[in-house]
């Protein structure tokens, strides 16, 4: 069993920057795709960004798209989301996932935007 821990999230105002971690422990490995989704207070879930189990692939929602970069350090079993120029529709939940909606997901940390 795969567990998932996100870390990073934080409140900072528009245009500001934050990391998002998120660290897998327990029957971990290296041959996965891992994603990073959110949820907006009132609204769906929706995909924020994906990197390949090489790392060589990655792939962004448009509304995040060159604002947002995905990482993976898989000696620390560990990705990231690096969010730069932030803004407030970027507020919510944000949770990494391995094997889509069936799969494994954190428990997802607080992005909070101010305008």
């Known amino acids: 069993q795969v567990l998932l821990d996100e870390s990073g999230g934080g409140l900072v105002q528009a245009g500001g920057s934050l990391r998002l971690s998120c660290a897998a422990s327990?029957?971990?490995?290296?041959?996965?795709?891992m994603a990073w989704f959110r949820q907006a207070p009132g609204k769906e879930r929706e995909f924020v960004a994906v990197?390949?189990?090489?790392?060589?692939?990655?792939s962004y929602a448009d509304s995040v798209q060159g604002r947002f970069t995905v990482a993976r350090d898989d000696a620390k079993n560990t990705f990231y989301l690096q969010m730069n120029d932030l803004k407030p529709e970027d507020t919510g939940v944000y949770s990494c996932?391995?094997?889509?909606?069936?799969?494994?997901w954190g428990q997802g940390t607080q992005v909070t935007v101010s305008s």
């Open positions: 990197i390949s189990y090489s790392g060589g692939s990655t």
């Open positions: 996932n391995i094997g889509g909606p069936f799969g494994i």
């Open positions: 327990g029957r971990t490995s290296s041959t996965y795709a």
